[in-house]
């Protein structure tokens, strides 16, 4: 696995030539809520679908 300097400048190359700064950002910032999350996840820190289904019922019949 590359380091994360590389990770992040191939993140750049791969971004179009008229990125912004405030682009990078956005996916700097996109790809550590990612990796938070499957962290997370990883540690059994996650919820259940069948939880997730029944919030979601519950917002989409309001």
Known sequence: MAGIKQQ???MIQSLPDNVT???IMAELYFKLQ???GLKE???GKGIPHEE???QMS???TK
Do not use: F, P
């Open 8 to 10: 992040v400048i191939q």
């Open 21 to 23: 700064i405030d682009d």
């Open 52 to 54: 997730v289904e029944k």
């Open 41 to 43: 996840l990883d540690e």
């Open 34 to 36: 990612v990796d938070a």
């Open 58 to 60: 519950k917002w989409l």
